[in-house]
Every structure is written in C-alpha cells, then in structure tokens.
C-alpha cells in the first residue's frame, strides 16, 4: 500500500471527522495516524493513510473534495516521504516545555529560535493565547527531541534566559517526569 498524507482545513462542525473517515473507508484507506485539532473556530485535521495501490492520490482527492463540499472543506493531499531506513537513526531525548506569561508578537519565535539552535525538533505544540497580562491565559506547551549529544545545561539556561527576556514563566520537564507527574 501506499501512505499518504492528507491535510483538511475548515470552519468547525460537528461531523468532519466522520465525513473524512467515511470517506476514506469507502476508498478502502486506513487511517494510521491522525491529528486534529480546533483553532479559534476553526477545525484542522492532518491524517496519514494507507492507500491501496490501484488508487491515485488525484483521484482520493478529487473525492474528498466532492464529498466534503457541503462542508466547504479545503484539502490537500501528497504522498508520504519515508525516511530512509538504512541510516543512522538519530538518538535523542524528549522533553515538555511549557512556558506562560503576558501575550505578545514573538513569544513562539524567541523559544523556538532558541531550540533550533540546539538541533531540538518540536514533535507537538500546543499554543492558546487570550491576550492581556494574566499569564495564565497564555500559555504554550512544546513537546520536543533534544539530540543527546547536545549539553543539556547550556539549552536548559540559554531557554530560561529568553523565556525570562520575554517575561514567560518556563517550565522544562523530561518526557518521563512530565508523564509521571501528570498521570491521571
């Protein structure tokens, strides 16, 4: 089979989800991952399926974007780049960042500027502002792959110095302390 990965855009509504899944069904897809998320008012869905061979992605397009019209849908497909698996795979360690405080333009570029120095890959962001001063109503949780050959001390003070520059309060956690303290 074939991967591919689709991306749907739209204003939210009940019953999107349902719809594309569906429709991918009926194609004799499987869906192998998805994420999906509301923005404002807005739904967002990026879904990696297993297509079978005799379907071509214009044609997995072309009906999703006619079954979805009365949504008013916008979808974009592309086939999925596999890495290549006889590579070194690179080793890492994830950590949670979360960091709050007053909004204001630049907060997701100065911690991301920070982490791409470093060679960290943001795996999820989770980003929700409201505006105004209380920090609380701001707030930005980064999930990411810190390689372990970089020095963890240097990252840890060079994102609490920025952080502290742009007036967040930041919380780094590794992955397995953040799961830990968090479990339900």
């Not at 999925?80 to 907060?107: H, N, Y």
């Amino acid at each position: 089979m074939n991967k591919a990965i689709l991306s749907v855009l739209g204003q939210d509504r009940p019953g999107i989800v349902a719809a594309i899944s569906k429709i991918l069904f009926q194609q004799n897809c499987n869906i192998e991952n998805v994420s999906q998320t509301r923005l404002q008012s807005e739904f967002a869905g990026i879904f990696i399926v297993a297509m079978p061979e005799a379907l071509s992605l214009e044609t997995l397009k072309d009906c999703l974007i006619d079954e979805l019209q009365h949504l008013d849908m916008h979808v974009q497909i592309k086939p999925l780049q596999t890495q290549d698996s006889a590579g070194p795979s690179a080793k890492f360690e994830s950590f949670v960042i979360t960091t709050k405080g007053p909004d204001r333009k630049g907060l997701v570029a100065g911690i991301t500027e920070v982490l791409a120095t470093h060679g960290a890959n943001i795996t999820n962001l989770q980003a929700v502002f409201k505006g105004g001063e209380e920090p609380g109503d701001n707030i930005m949780i980064y999930e990411v792959d810190v390689p372990i050959d970089v020095e963890q001390k240097i990252l840890d003070h060079e994102l609490r110095q920025r952080a502290q520059e742009l007036s967040l309060e930041i919380s780094i956690q590794h992955r397995y302390i953040f799961e830990a303290i968090n479990r339900i």
